[in-house]
């Protein structure tokens, strides 16, 4: 299963399956922004395996830089990426793809090996070498799901301080 509807949380465990679909779309991305863009990484839970996860793609495109992304913004527009300016922040361009109903993937484009590249890569790297922590995540993230249901924003903000400990060292 890929996909859920905008603004649900609902988690399911790892499936092979994404890893795949992941490739298709970085091979399509890095095609297409070629000279643009130096890499494309799977990151979030999907890209973990023995996570629970939201079906959704989680991706990082590192740019050479953010200075001007217009072209970038318009390619991964053409590939049906849709910057989504609202969840914007600093040093973070946002795309979803899928519809309000079956939302498939997140992609965050950020400068290559910026901050934000860094810590998408040592997060997911720290999990998957900690074996203790990995479970805790995966514990946080099964009562949050619960807890906000309908809220992804609020989920995604209940799970902040838990990865800020990861990302600092203090886990």
């Given at each position: ?34 000279g643009l863009i130096l ?71 950020v400068k290559y090996e ?13 999990l998957k070498q900690n ?41």
């Open positions: 299963m890929l996909g859920l509807k905008k603004g649900v949380v609902k988690l399911v465990p790892h499936d092979p399956k994404w890893k795949n679909l992941f490739k298709k779309d970085k091979n399509k991305i890095l095609k297409s922004c070629q890499n494309v990484i799977h990151i979030g839970s999907t890209s973990m395996p023995n996570m629970l996860a939201k079906p959704i793609i989680d991706m990082v495109v590192g740019a050479k830089s953010l200075a001007r992304p217009k072209k970038i913004i318009e390619k991964l527009e053409l590939l049906g990426f849709v910057h989504d300016k609202d969840d914007d922040v600093e040093g973070r361009i946002f795309f979803l793809k899928g519809s309000d109903k079956r939302r498939t993937h997140h992609l965050s484009l910026g901050k934000n590249w860094n810590n998408y890569l040592k997060f997911v790297d720290v074996k203790r922590l990995a479970k805790e995540y995966k514990k946080l993230k099964h009562k949050l799901s619960e807890k906000y249901k309908n809220d992804r924003a609020s989920y995604t903000k209940a799970k902040a301080g838990f990865i800020s400990n990861v990302l600092n060292g203090k886990l």
